[in-house]
């Protein structure tokens, strides 16, 4: 079984920044790729940022050049840096990790979610 457990939401004033984390734990499986998404009222959940394990990085539009994602494979762990915080980024965000297990299978596993709310 995976284990994601997020850290680091909270509340912060516009322009100002915050770093998640999240780490997954489990044996018998190599995490892939790891990745932030963002569910706000109302809306769907979005892709923030996904890493693979090479490090090849994807963002959203909306996040470039304000957020930078990050991990230690290592540890299992990837990291989100928030930088330039907008009152739109007010939303939960969870940890998504991609785990591929023995045979080939690949499953995909989700974090309870950290509330990250900007606002002054």
């Known amino acids: 079984q995976v284990q994601l457990v997020e850290s680091g939401g909270g509340l912060v004033q516009p322009g100002g920044s915050l770093r998640l984390s999240c780490a997954a734990s489990?044996?018998?499986?190599?995490?892939?790729?790891m990745g932030w998404y963002r569910q706000a009222p109302t809306k769907q959940r979005e892709l923030v940022a996904t890493?693979?394990?090479?490090?090849?990085?994807d963002y959203a539009d909306s996040v470039k050049g304000r957020f930078t994602i990050s991990r230690d494979n290592a540890e299992n762990t990837v990291y989100l840096q928030m930088n330039s915080l907008k009152p739109d980024d007010t939303a939960v965000y969870y940890c998504?990790?991609?785990?591929?297990?023995?045979?080939?299978?690949?499953?995909?596993?989700w974090g309870r979610g950290t509330q990250v709310t900007v606002s002054s």
């Open positions: 998504n990790a991609r785990a591929r297990w023995s045979g080939g299978i690949i499953t995909s596993h």
């Open positions: 489990g044996s018998g499986f190599t995490i892939d790729a």
């Open positions: 890493i693979t394990r090479s490090g090849s990085i």
